[in-house]
């Protein structure tokens, strides 16, 4: 999937040869969760957690690529916030040597994306609407994961409270690469400032738990604005 992503990106920036090019900035919030997928029994594998959303931001910049008066490839690069939070509960199941944790954890990751869209423009009142979609490929560059809650180690419990940085990696907690679609509706005036909101689907998970019945995908909605010229 990540060379037939690159590829598309190629084929797009190939367009410039023959197109007018139209440059945009951008940037917002993002409410970032996570899907999360699981058929493995109890002591078995991962369990099946359910994600809400956290708060991060993002910021990034596009070229369109005008392929006709209604239609532009757009690819861009943009620094977008992931991750999500849910409620966990861990043990070792021993009654006589208890090591458990119940609270929340949140995972925080920033990530370099590359987004390759379709976008179709329609005139409305004095500016245009537009909406789209395709394909993006994102790399994980710097994560952070928190813990808060109860602590059980024998028959003593503490509050716990910590945060470390996440390790990317086939063998480490998360896979750096994220593959998945964009969709994207917006409004821009003729001075070029626009308002939009877009949602990312990911396709590819980043478990590495090994667990052929379990994934982990990342989900993302974000509104913002932007300014094309």
Known sequence: MKKIFISTLFCSLGLCSFAQNKIGIKAGLTFPTMSSYSE???FDGPPEYDFKS???FYVGGTIDFRVSDGFTIQPGLTLIG??????IYESNFEPTHLYAFSGTYKLETMNLELP???VFNFNLGNGKLFLGG???YAVAISGKEKRNGMLTVGDARSVESSERKVEFGNDKDYKRGDFGLNFLAGYELKNGINI???YGLGISSIDTDGFNDSSLKNRVLSVGV????
Do not use: D, I, L, Q
Request: zero cysteines.
């Open 196 to 198: 939009h909101a877009g």
């Open 82 to 87: 992931k991750g999500g939070k849910t409620e």
């Open 226 to 229: 932007g300014f094309s010229f």
């Open 134 to 136: 395709g394909p993006y």
């Open 40 to 42: 493995a029994e109890a």
């Open 116 to 118: 390759v869209n379709a």
């Open 54 to 56: 956290n708060v991060s």
